[in-house]
């Protein structure tokens, strides 16, 4: 009954990536996200919402692997949808105390829910105790015909579908929408909802290549003056399977019976959208054999959704046009017309494709029981049609590509080794929101720092992370952990470094420890957190710690819509009588040692797209800090605080 495209998703596998960071687990709240995107490099995520700390939608990981879970806990007061390549749901809605669990099925090559039901664990009746159902049959877990439930119950939606080699069928006692046995086939599913006015459930989506239902709140219409624009929002679309172009198609409708009766003066209806759907479809212009024009999306490469996704701009001029276009700009439609937009994405077969789409709109011309409709109007699509005032579709290479080095589409910027971010420990503890956690441990007294900032060089482009949160630690250590002799081994257990010569006038205090982040927009570095060693008290206590997040707003205001690395190198202010040792925690409230870096650099990697869906692999070297830990011949230990040979690989998935 729904004519939907779905976008097949290729599956990335994290270990093919030389990835910025590995994670195993992690808890996330929307805070921590760029527009509500999870990360690819945890099996086992936790995302939280609250209020203060919500997001409408929250996107599930990318490039998820075989296995990996995501839990959602909702404790804000609005709503959230969880969102991503969903078996059969697309999406799910989320109130305050609702909790689910997601697991990626490498077999489907999607989401599921983690808990599903099936013959062998709950009989051939399919429960309602929950408020996403999901029910399956496979080979030795089958049953021949499946009972809805005869109540609501909890069930906001029920998805049934199947793996097994043989059919089964759902019993059409508590179908509203049929009055057969519902055929399920291997591969095939059906999702349901209730129907109050009926009390039965409704199907409202389905994945059935054989069948298509046409449901009862589908009226009979008969369709008139077909034609489409695409000038709205510009005529130009990427080819990268995700920025979506608008496509108005303007009409005017009747129901059926008054269309028989008179077609002229008919009265006018508006269709909802779940009609347009079923009737409206788009073509390509010209291509109208024997009368009966084709759906443009039968070309492998072309997908057609109904909703648009907020992820991804749609303004885009057509090639050699303007740049300045609007945002979402609306055509007003011609008196009398009536007009629905569907928007059209174009996934390319290589790197660097590009070509004109003449598009059209037609109405269905063949029932769901394949027998000719005689009055659908086509019109528009023959090579005579000139109804539409805009057909053209621009596509267009969005690729980003190459060295970094004197790159026509992304800016570089390298303020290096700034100085005095904060000069004492009393200005550095009054940056804001700094310092988020106060024990006895001694204050920071210094902050250099380094930023590499890379910005897009395109009009109204901005960069977004595809895999990652706004703020990844690349790789953070101690100054000086192993020295040599009988310190000669990386156990965690750092001490001081003092300069020699002036010092800046007398104050030989070196940089303790440094911590390198991947960041996106503006944001902060991942909590860190130390504790120093009490004289009169050796040990190191992790309730005794220090909890720093280091805010880039400090060194550069204007990073948004960029991507960056930033380095800050602070100095511990220890006093005389401390024994200048210290421990960095490996997480922020304690947990075990961290180590410090003993390589002299380190491979770093990052799918990174921008705001049209263009993605690339951002592929850079972490190298060590000059005159600095190993560098300076005091330490074994390196300071991985610059970056060199940046590359963009673009990714066509």
Same mark, same amino acid.
């Given at each position: 009954?729904?004519?939907?495209?779905?976008?097949?998703?290729?599956?990335?596998?994290?270990?093919?990536?030389?990835?910025?960071?590995?994670?195993?687990?992690?808890?996330?709240?929307?805070?921590?996200?760029?527009?509500?995107?999870?990360?690819?490099?945890?099996?086992?995520?936790?995302?939280?919402?609250?209020?203060?700390?919500?997001?409408?939608?929250?996107?599930?990981?990318?490039?998820?692997?075989?296995?990996?879970?995501?839990?959602?806990?909702?404790?804000?007061?609005?709503?959230?949808?969880?969102?991503?390549?969903?078996?059969?749901?697309?999406?799910?809605?989320?109130?305050?105390?609702?909790?689910?669990?997601?697991?990626?099925?490498?077999?489907?090559?999607?989401?599921?829910?983690?808990?599903?039901?099936?013959?062998?664990?709950?009989?051939?009746?399919?429960?309602?105790?929950?408020?996403?159902?999901?029910?399956?049959?496979?080979?030795?877990?089958?049953?021949?015909?499946?009972?809805?439930?005869?109540?609501?119950?909890?069930?906001?939606?029920?998805?049934?579908?199947?793996?097994?080699?043989?059919?089964?069928?759902?019993?059409?006692?508590?179908?509203?929408?049929?009055?057969?046995?519902?055929?399920?086939?291997?591969?095939?599913?059906?999702?349901?909802?209730?129907?109050?006015?009926?009390?039965?459930?409704?199907?409202?989506?389905?994945?059935?290549?054989?069948?298509?239902?046409?449901?009862?709140?589908?009226?009979?219409?008969?369709?008139?003056?077909?034609?489409?624009?695409?000038?709205?929002?510009?005529?130009?679309?990427?080819?990268?399977?995700?920025?979506?172009?608008?496509?108005?198609?303007?009409?005017?409708?009747?129901?059926?019976?008054?269309?028989?009766?008179?077609?002229?003066?008919?009265?006018?209806?508006?269709?909802?959208?779940?009609?347009?759907?079923?009737?409206?479809?788009?073509?390509?212009?010209?291509?109208?054999?024997?009368?009966?024009?084709?759906?443009?999306?039968?070309?492998?490469?072309?997908?057609?959704?109904?909703?648009?996704?907020?992820?991804?701009?749609?303004?885009?001029?057509?090639?050699?046009?303007?740049?300045?276009?609007?945002?979402?700009?609306?055509?007003?439609?011609?008196?009398?017309?009536?007009?629905?937009?569907?928007?059209?994405?174009?996934?390319?077969?290589?790197?660097?494709?590009?070509?004109?789409?003449?598009?059209?709109?037609?109405?269905?011309?063949?029932?769901?029981?394949?027998?000719?409709?005689?009055?659908?109007?086509?019109?528009?699509?023959?090579?005579?049609?000139?109804?539409?005032?805009?057909?053209?579709?621009?596509?267009?290479?969005?690729?980003?590509?190459?060295?970094?080095?004197?790159?026509?589409?992304?800016?570089?910027?390298?303020?290096?080794?700034?100085?005095?971010?904060?000069?004492?420990?009393?200005?550095?503890?009054?940056?804001?929101?700094?310092?988020?956690?106060?024990?006895?441990?001694?204050?920071?007294?210094?902050?250099?720092?380094?930023?590499?900032?890379?910005?897009?060089?395109?009009?109204?482009?901005?960069?977004?992370?595809?895999?990652?949160?706004?703020?990844?630690?690349?790789?953070?250590?101690?100054?000086?952990?192993?020295?040599?002799?009988?310190?000669?081994?990386?156990? +965690?257990?750092?001490? #001081?470094? $003092?300069?020699?010569?002036?010092? *800046? @006038? /007398?104050?030989? !205090? &070196?940089?303790?420890?440094?911590?390198?982040?991947?960041?996106?927009?503006?944001?902060?570095?991942?909590?860190?957190?130390?504790?120093?060693?009490?004289?009169?008290?050796?040990?190191?206590?992790?309730?005794?710690?220090?909890?720093?997040?280091?805010?880039?707003?400090?060194?550069?205001?204007?990073?948004?819509?960029?991507?960056?690395?930033?380095?800050?190198?602070?100095?511990?202010?220890?006093?005389? +009588?401390?024994?200048? #040792?210290? $421990?960095?925690?490996?997480?922020? *409230? @304690? /947990?075990?040692? !961290? &180590?410090?870096?003993?390589?002299?650099?380190?491979?770093?990697?990052?799918?990174?797209?921008?705001?049209?869906?263009?993605?690339?692999?951002?592929?850079?070297?972490?190298?060590?800090?000059?005159?600095?830990?190993?560098?300076?011949?005091?330490?074994?230990?390196?300071?991985?605080?610059?970056?060199?040979?940046?590359?963009?690989?673009?990714?066509?998935?």
């Amino acid at each position: 009954m729904f004519r939907r495209k779905r976008y097949p998703i290729s599956v990335f596998t994290l270990a093919a990536l030389a990835v910025a960071t590995t994670c195993n687990a992690g808890t996330y709240s929307p805070n921590d996200l760029v527009q509500g995107r999870l990360p690819s490099n945890d099996s086992n995520i936790i995302i939280q919402t609250s209020d203060g700390n919500h997001q409408p939608e929250i996107y599930l990981p990318v490039y998820p692997e075989n296995g990996d879970v995501v839990t959602f806990k909702a404790y804000a007061t609005w709503s959230s949808r969880l969102v991503g390549n969903l078996m059969g749901f697309g999406s799910l809605e989320m109130h305050t105390n609702d909790k689910l669990d997601v697991i990626f099925d490498g077999h489907l090559s999607a989401w599921r829910l983690k808990n599903e039901s099936s013959p062998n664990t709950v009989g051939n009746q399919i429960p309602n105790d929950e408020k996403y159902i999901s029910y399956y049959v496979a080979d030795a877990n089958w049953n021949s015909l499946l009972h809805l439930p005869i109540q609501k119950g909890k069930a906001s939606k029920i998805l049934v579908r199947s793996q097994a080699t043989y059919d089964t069928y759902v019993d059409n006692a508590m179908l509203g929408n049929t009055h057969e046995n519902l055929k399920i086939k291997k591969g095939d599913y059906y999702v349901f909802t209730w129907n109050n006015s009926k009390a039965k459930w409704d199907v409202i989506d389905e994945q059935n290549q054989n069948v298509e239902f046409k449901g009862d709140n589908i009226r009979d219409l008969t369709f008139f003056d077909i034609s489409v624009d695409t000038s709205i929002n510009g005529t130009g679309l990427y080819n990268n399977g995700r920025m979506q172009k608008p496509i108005e198609i303007r009409y005017r409708a009747c129901l059926t019976e008054d269309a028989e009766d008179d077609e002229y003066s008919c009265p006018l209806v508006d269709i909802t959208q779940e009609e347009a759907q079923y009737y409206l479809h788009l073509g390509r212009y010209g291509r109208n054999d024997a009368g009966l024009p084709e759906d443009l999306v039968k070309d492998n490469e072309i997908f057609v959704d109904y909703e648009k996704d907020p992820r991804y701009q749609s303004s885009l001029p057509g090639k050699n046009a303007r740049n300045n276009l609007p945002e979402d700009k609306k055509m007003p439609t011609a008196r009398g017309l009536r007009s629905t937009t569907f928007w059209l994405r174009y996934k390319a077969n290589f790197l660097g494709e590009e070509k004109t789409l003449n598009v059209c709109a037609f109405q269905r011309w063949q029932d769901e029981n394949g027998q000719i409709i005689e009055s659908a109007d086509t019109q528009d699509c023959n090579s005579q049609g000139t109804g539409s005032s805009s057909r053209r579709v621009s596509i267009i290479d969005g690729n980003y590509k190459g060295s970094i080095n004197n790159n026509p589409d992304i800016i570089k910027e390298t303020p290096l080794l700034i100085k005095g971010v904060c000069k004492n420990e009393e200005n550095c503890h009054d940056q804001p929101n700094w310092r988020i956690y106060n024990g006895w441990t001694r204050g920071i007294s210094y902050v250099n720092a380094n930023l590499f900032k890379y910005s897009p060089n395109r009009y109204n482009h901005s960069f977004i992370p595809v895999e990652n949160t706004k703020s990844t630690t690349l790789a953070r250590g101690c100054v000086r952990d192993a020295s040599g002799g009988s310190d000669s081994k990386d156990d +965690g257990i750092c001490t #001081r470094v $003092v300069e020699s010569g002036n010092c *800046n @006038g /007398g104050d030989c !205090a &070196g940089v303790s420890f440094y911590t390198t982040d991947l960041q996106f927009g503006t944001t902060k570095t991942k909590p860190l957190s130390y504790s120093t060693e009490n004289a009169d008290k050796p040990g190191f206590v992790s309730g005794d710690r220090d909890t720093w997040q280091f805010d880039t707003d400090a060194v550069d205001t204007e990073r948004a819509g960029t991507f960056s690395v930033f380095s800050v190198l602070p100095v511990i202010d220890f006093r005389k +009588g401390d024994t200048m #040792r210290f $421990v960095m925690w490996a997480q922020p *409230n @304690g /947990g075990h040692w !961290a &180590g410090s870096t003993q390589i002299d650099s380190k491979k770093i990697s990052s799918v990174i797209e921008d705001n049209y869906g263009n993605r690339f692999r951002f592929n850079a070297t972490l190298y060590a800090e000059p005159n600095m830990g190993a560098t300076n011949g005091v330490s074994k230990d390196y300071v991985l605080s610059r970056m060199k040979d940046e590359t963009l690989e673009p990714i066509l998935d």
